[in-house]
């Protein structure tokens, strides 16, 4: 095998890797990207406070959950899929970790994992619908969201619980790990497991699949794929994402709030469509959603120094997603 | 039926046309002429330019250069609608129909007859239609939904929505690539109603033997260039595919018949689904290619798609290699190294957005590329390389997306994600469809590689020609019943057709002494 791709190799010219289809897609993160910059710039230019690096690591601080939710969710979205219910879900799993950590008294090191599995529960339970019950995402996933927004008011008696007593888990999001970097641990959990799900997502049996179902479910299913059990494990993984966000707002907040979720699906998916992922599957990004993510915090901390309205900042940001999604569909060439 | 006095001055005349696509010359110098009452075949292989002609006629793309004439005037289309109104109405292979409206409605769509300006008239909208599908002799229901209609009436609905603008040249791209013979019949019969000294028809097609049954004249057309025009009566089917191809081909060898004594490598007995297929039994030997002939709708494809758990299956037992296996889905068969090629490559075959190596991929994803989860991407692209040499894939690269390709190179990738997961049984449903003469040829000689490799394989295809070149012996069938297993001596056209048309409560013996003429019975379909 190996004798044959040197070979191969050999025979090729040095232009043959590059084609159309990569260059496209590399070009077109370099465009969100570069839309970024500008953004960046402009706020840079337009308020004195925006380009320092207390504000870029507090625009760095603010992607995170947003973020973390927008990572899992790419691999539904790519999967021709919808997850309402991060948003929601994430308020849950804050309030699961507060009761595992503070109602029941577990160490965190076995609370946290705890939480994170309690949100890959709820999207093996999506999966589950999704897949073997056939109820379209969209649906299954807005029931999901309507359970997880009553149930966290229904755990937590509607009252916040505080992590105040327990010592180490604010330092989750805000302890600094790396000493003298400034860089908050939340930060750097968001950082690596996006590099893991971008790993995950190009070089593994579960990233291939992910884009195959996405691309064409039923020719998937006819060339051998199980797709009833990879769509529950997409779910399932995504899941995953919204306990570990569930355990980054609580400790990043130092409690857990149980009605704050509904909201957080949205701008998730947002940072999802605006980083290139298509909503209709089979294409998309971990380094575009993050950029995407970043587009959005970089707007909502420009807007605010810029003492622009809370109001007038979701009427921009509602403005970017339509810029975003055309000037994609523009640079594909699509009608 | 032509009109000698027209001839010289055309209905359509296209002269001279250019036209480029970024990085790709289509047309080049192109010209056409179809007379005042005929109908012109065009053919050309895949990727020949016909297609970007179609799309220069019906006012989607406009020509570089050069000029067109509709009866002598000037024919500039600036959209399809524009076209329409003009007098060029086109079908194209791929249907225009929206499958949850009714057939009135489709026909009408976009110009729904309306009260007071902006209510609908739904009874005019059905009378309309009555009366439209009642003058061109269609026995289809205006109220009918088109999604729930067999493919050749969406068919007659395309041709009735194409013919109510009442246009001056009619042209249908492969109108007959989903028909059966019964069904070619019917269509031939309106093209020939159609046709009248002031209309024409451009008919495009793969089917030479259609052809010279309804075309004057052919044009052939190769590589975005005019070729030559021929006057159908006069000219010799190689000929016209030797000026097609560019070089004559050679026609195989018909299977030296049965393989006995070769060991049976599947077995099925009384495979019953729950909507179409009763007690459908047949064995499947090691090298063998086993036809499925039948007419459209006889069950064929649902035979390959209950056996391979894509649909379930009501009853029915599955002996493989001399053990009894359950096939529950998909997975399960490619496990047992069973394979199926859907007819629908687009829909159920490709990922037509991903390259060629996750195509051919795909379905060894899990055994042959991976380890530990982790995907071995210079294995499994150098896999890719070597099964699209072996194959003649013709694609610039195997990172190319697989929707570039030809209809024939698609199909190729499919075969080629087959042969990589090492499938000893290959389904092949309607296996060069939509596929030009060339690359047809191509198929089947791999088709017959496989076998002499000791692949088993069953075909199921609409072209009695290709069932007969093809295989050792066919199953022939009606209605969801097995009629009959021919062997490869008594399997002719006639014979075949003969089966296929049994309604399966008729004795098939009683009826065989009857010897009722091929494809009589469904030729005039409700």
């Known amino acids: 095998m190996t004798v044959l791709k040197s070979e191969a190799d050999r025979r090729r010219p040095w232009w043959e890797g590059v084609t159309l289809a990569a260059l496209r897609s590399r070009l077109q993160q370099l465009l969100a990207f570069a839309s970024l910059i500008v953004i960046y710039t402009f706020f840079a230019f337009a308020s004195p406070y925006f380009f320092t690096y207390d504000n870029f690591i507090s625009i760095l601080y603010s992607t995170v959950v947003i973020g973390t939710l927008a990572v899992g969710t790419t691999f539904v979205i790519i999967s021709a899929g919808i997850d309402l219910s991060i948003g929601t879900g994430m308020a849950l799993c804050a309030v699961m970790s507060g009761v595992f950590i503070v109602n029941a008294g577990l160490p965190p090191a076995l609370g946290v994992p705890l939480t994170v599995l309690f949100g890959g529960f709820m999207g093996l339970v999506n999966g589950i619908n999704v897949a073997v019950l056939r109820v379209p995402p969209f649906i299954a996933t807005l029931a999901m969201m309507l359970v997880a927004e009553g149930l966290a008011l229904v755990v937590s008696d509607s009252t916040p619980i505080y992590f105040n007593d327990v010592s180490g888990y604010t330092g989750i999001s805000t302890g600094h790990l790396v000493p003298g970097l400034d860089i908050p641990n939340a930060v750097l959990v968001l950082l690596a497991v996006s590099a893991l799900s971008g790993l995950l997502l190009t070089k593994t049996v579960l990233g291939r699949y992910t884009y195959s179902i996405g691309s064409n479910e039923e020719a998937t299913a006819l060339s051998g794929v199980n797709v009833r059990r990879w769509k529950i494990a997409i779910y399932a993984f995504a899941g995953l994402f919204i306990g570990l966000a569930g355990v980054l707002i609580s400790a990043r907040l130092g409690s857990a709030q149980p009605a704050t979720g509904m909201g957080y699906e949205l701008q998730a998916i947002a940072a999802v469509v605006i980083g290139g992922t298509s909503l209709s599957g089979g294409k998309g990004s971990i380094v575009g959603t993050l950029i995407g993510a970043l587009i959005i915090s970089v707007l909502n901390n420009g807007l605010q120094i810029m003492s622009i309205p809370q109001e007038w900042q979701n009427v921009i940001l509602g403005c970017v997603i339509l810029v975003a999604v055309y000037a994609d569909r523009v640079r594909r060439g699509e009608p | ?526």
């Not at chain 2, 495979?271 to 499925?292: H, M, N, P, Y």
């Open chain 2, 1 to 526: 039926m032509t009109a000698a006095g027209d001839a010289a001055r055309a209905l359509l005349d296209v002269e001279g046309v250019d036209k480029s696509f970024p990085g790709v010359r289509a047309l080049h110098g192109m010209r056409l002429d179809l007379r005042h009452g005929e109908v012109l075949a065009l053919v050309g292989e895949n990727g020949a330019g016909k297609s970007t002609l179609m799309k220069l006629l019906s006012g989607i793309h406009t020509a570089d250069s050069g000029t067109f004439r509709l009866n002598g005037a000037p024919y500039h289309p600036t959209s399809p609608r524009h076209a329409l109104e003009l007098g060029i109405s086109i079908i194209h292979q791929e249907f225009n129909l929206v499958p949850d409206l009714t057939v009135a409605q489709n026909i009408y769509i976009g110009r729904e007859p309306r009260r007071a300006r902006l209510l609908l008239d739904d009874r005019r909208l059905r009378a309309d239609a009555a009366e439209l599908l009642d003058r061109l002799h269609l026995p289809l229901d205006p109220r009918a939904v088109v999604g729930e209609l067999t493919v050749a009436h969406q068919q007659m609905v395309e041709i009735a929505k194409a013919l109510s603008y009442r246009p001056r040249v009619l042209i249908m791209d492969e109108p007959t690539a989903a028909l059966n013979d019964a069904e070619v019949a019917t269509l031939h019969e309106l093209i020939r109603r159609f046709v009248r000294p002031d209309t024409g028809v451009i008919y495009i097609s793969h089917r030479m033997a259609e052809i010279k049954r309804i075309a004057d004249r052919v044009t052939v057309i190769r590589d975005g260039e005019y070729v030559a025009t021929r006057e159908v009566a006069g000219a010799e089917t190689p000929e016209i595919i030797a000026l097609m191809v560019g070089r004559a081909i050679r026609s195989g060898a018909r299977p030296e018949g049965v393989r006995e004594g070769r060991e049976v490598v599947l077995d099925v007995q009384g495979l019953s689904t729950k909507a179409l297929l009763t007690d459908v039994s047949f064995d499947l030997r090691r090298g063998e290619i086993l036809g499925f002939a039948g007419l459209m709708g006889a069950g064929r494809t649902e035979v390959a798609r209950a056996l391979v758990g894509a649909d379930p299956s009501r009853a029915g037992r599955i002996t493989l290699r001399g053990k009894e296996v359950r096939i529950g889905n998909p997975a399960d068969a490619a496990r047992l190294g069973i394979g199926y090629l859907s007819e629908d490559r687009k829909r159920f075959g490709l990922l037509l957005e991903q390259d060629v190596k996750a195509n051919v991929a795909l379905s060894a994803l899990r055994d042959r590329f991976t380890r530990a989860g982790f995907v071995r991407d210079g294995a499994l692209r150098a896999q890719a390389e070597r099964v699209a040499g072996t194959l003649r894939i013709k694609t610039p690269s195997v990172h190319q997306t697989a929707k570039h390709l030809s209809g024939g190179n698609q199909q190729k990738v499919v075969i080629a994600k087959w042969l990589v997961k090492d499938c000893d049984i290959l389904i092949f449903d309607e296996p060069t469809r939509g596929i030009d003469v060339g690359a047809k040829e191509e198929i089947y000689q791999l088709l017959n590689q496989l076998a002499a490799q000791g692949k088993s394989i069953i075909m199921i295809s609409s072209e009695l020609p290709e069932i007969l070149r093809l295989s050792h012996r066919v199953v022939v069938m009606s209605e969801g019943r097995v009629t009959r297993v021919l062997e490869a001596g008594e399997a002719t056209q006639e014979n075949i057709m003969h089966y296929a048309t049994l309604r399966p409560d008729e004795n098939p013996a009683d009826a065989a002494e009857l010897g009722l003429p091929a494809g009589e019975e469904k030729a005039g379909r409700p």
